[in-house]
């Protein structure tokens, strides 16, 4: 190699390491942003009444109990890659509000699924319902623990409306687009659930509305929107759709063949809950029984799990996920950004494509 390949070389691994950087340094800002204005808003709180901390609590203890900040990674990724200052102090709150909405959606997500733990810890209407039970309180336990989850969540999306609304204004027509998605994807997961049906189109069409696209594709073009680049949304819109279909067949997969210890969530769920996710219905196609040990009494997980192996699927999902990752990296090859934020982003999706937790 001569010594200008090698000076070349160097250099963008240097430019690489400081983008990285960059990122990191700013999303220690977002989790300091969301600790500040968390407890700011506990303080204000504890003047009204000891009652009036406990919703503000349960989000501390989920900010604190530490997230993968997937969602405000993508966001503060795209905005620089699209040219913005990384001091601008809109770009964290935009960030923060967008883990809140996340930290939203997981507290419902709970209480629909029946998930005992989150972040490894008790899960919002668990840890309540317990609490109620122990105290004797008057009611039912179950439903003052999903009540007290459900206030929660929803204080949660009140405050990642407040905290955007310090952002810069370009993001904010994608940000509402984002938090409607997330819901309708929401609902239409549920339906399929209850409904049960074999139909791989739907499934993916559901991924990718409440997973893939509020994951990566909105953050993304919420961040390069607010730095004044809308004009990059067609190649993060063909990149956020394939990397975060990936992002959700992986969701899938750790949640089928996933170690709770790492993942920090009840493993097994999406049987148990009937979710009708693209790895089953493959699954189902080839294999009528799987269906009988999924919705049948007296089955275990670990039947399905084996079941599921036998079909050879999980091959074919990480098949599958592998040509969503170079899909998504086809879709930035020409796109107008600096090498070292299209290298970025390519590590970015080997980084979520292939996660174990």
Not at 97 to 126: C, F, N, Q
Not at 225 to 236: E, I, K, Q, T, V
Not at 249 to 268: E, H, I, S, V, Y
Not at 342 to 352: C, S
Request: charged share 25%.
């Amino acid at each position: 190699m001569t010594t200008e390949v090698t000076r070349r070389v160097v250099t963008d691994q240097e430019q690489a390491a400081a983008a990285r950087r960059t990122v990191e340094e700013l999303l220690q800002r977002v989790d300091h942003r969301l600790h500040s204005f968390l407890s700011a808003e506990r303080a204000r709180y504890a003047a009204v009444h000891s009652h009036a901390v406990v919703a503000v609590d349960a989000l501390l203890d989920l900010v604190s109990a530490g997230g993968k900040l997937i969602r405000p990674a993508f966001c503060l990724t795209g905005y620089l890659a699209a040219g913005g200052d990384p001091e601008n102090p809109g770009i964290v709150d935009a960030a923060a509000a967008l883990e809140l909405l996340h930290i939203s959606a997981l507290v419902h997500d709970d209480v629909l699924d029946d998930s005992r733990t989150r972040r490894g810890k008790p899960a919002v209407h668990l840890l309540h319902s317990t609490l109620h039970r122990s105290r004797g309180w008057q009611g039912e336990s179950r439903r003052f623990g999903e009540g007290v989850a459900l206030l929660v969540g929803d204080l949660a999306l009140v405050y990642s409306d407040e905290l955007m609304s310090h952002a810069p204004a370009g993001g904010f027509p994608e940000w509402h687009r984002l938090r409607s998605e997330v819901m309708i994807g929401q609902y239409m997961d549920v339906a399929a659930a209850a409904e049960f049906n074999i139909d791989p189109d739907l499934s993916r069409l559901i991924a990718l509305i409440k997973s893939g696209r509020y994951t990566i594709h909105r953050p993304l073009v919420v961040g390069a929107s607010a730095a004044g680049r809308p004009d990059l949304a067609p190649a993060l819109v063909e990149y956020g759709e394939a990397v975060g279909e990936a992002f959700q067949l992986r969701d899938d997969l750790l949640d089928a063949f996933g170690d709770p210890a790492l993942t920090g969530k009840t493993a097994g769920l999406d049987f148990s809950q009937h979710k009708m996710t693209l790895l089953l219905g493959w699954a189902m196609q080839r294999d009528a029984r799987i269906r009988d040990l999924v919705t049948e009494p007296g089955h275990t997980p670990d039947e399905v799990r084996l079941r599921l192996l036998d079909t050879g699927v999980p091959e074919d999902v990480e098949r599958h996920i592998a040509g969503l990752v170079e899909r998504g990296r086809a879709a930035i090859a020409d796109a107008p950004l600096e090498p070292v934020w299209r290298g970025e982003l390519t590590t970015m999706a080997l980084r979520v494509a292939y996660r174990d937790k």
